[in-house]
């Protein structure tokens, strides 16, 4: 049992280019989150989404896309990457009406752009 | 505009004491509480989690203590151990399931 994988762990981008980060889990789950966590800071959501091939907004939208085709699998696009992209990326995911548990987190992505 | 504050980065206690992080929390639309603990390179895991219609809820050595009028929760350790040291993060929602709006954390450091 995976849980919650996310790749790669680590990325270095310049300016102006794209990346996909991939997040998958294998716990039919049906809510799925991206946060970001810059030094010092909480964690700031993204993007989430309620189930496959519905997604909405979080706090911190601008430059990110999402899909979600599958339960399973929630990647975020960075497109025109920019250094205030620059920070740690999680994802994570929660089965609805289980309590008490909170999400689960996968271990990060640790993003710099330069 | 920060909902959810953890207003000491960082707390030091020695090992066999208790350890009280705190955090407040400004809107009275959140009725579930949570606390994830986190260790560097990994994500945050969930330890303990607290619902309005409680004022306590304990796991073994944690307990969190929520006080809806004051709008603040504490997460008490005790004994604290050297394995606790991590950055311990609140968060609140409006509901299971829903959006998480975290704390900036609080880096507590356990001296043996």
């Known amino acids: 049992n995976a849980g919650v994988t996310q790749t790669p762990k680590f990325r270095i981008l310049k300016i102006g280019q794209s990346m996909t980060l991939q997040c998958t889990q294998d716990?039919?789950?049906?809510?799925m989150y991206w946060y970001r966590q810059d030094p010092g800071m909480g964690l700031k959501l993204i993007y989430y989404?309620?189930?496959?091939?519905?997604?909405d907004k979080g706090e911190v939208p601008n430059g990110y896309n999402v899909s979600r085709s599958t339960t399973e699998d929630f990647p975020l696009r960075l497109e025109l990457a920019a250094p205030s992209q620059t920070s740690v990326y999680f994802c994570?995911?929660?089965?609805?009406?289980?309590?008490?548990?909170?999400?689960?987190f996968g271990s990060g992505t640790r993003l710099t752009v330069v | 505009d920060q909902q959810v504050k953890q207003n000491s980065p960082s707390l030091s206690v020695q090992e066999g004491r208790i350890s009280i992080l705190n955090c407040d929390y400004t809107n009275s639309m959140f009725d579930y509480f949570l606390w994830y603990k986190k260790y560097p390179a990994e994500g945050p895991t969930f330890l303990i989690s607290i619902s309005s219609i409680k004022d306590k809820n304990e796991d073994g050595r944690f307990t969190v203590f929520l006080n809806k009028s004051a709008k603040h929760l504490s997460l008490h350790i005790v004994p604290s151990q050297p394995g606790d040291s991590a950055v311990y993060f609140c968060?609140?929602?409006?509901?299971?399931?829903?959006?998480?709006?975290f704390g900036s954390g609080t880096r507590l450091l356990v001296r043996p």
């Open positions: 968060a609140a929602s409006p509901g299971v399931g829903y959006k998480l709006i």
């Open positions: 994570a995911s929660i089965l609805t009406g289980v309590a008490n548990y909170g999400y689960t």
């Open positions: 989404s309620v189930g496959a091939g519905i997604t």
């Open positions: 716990m039919n789950h049906n809510y």
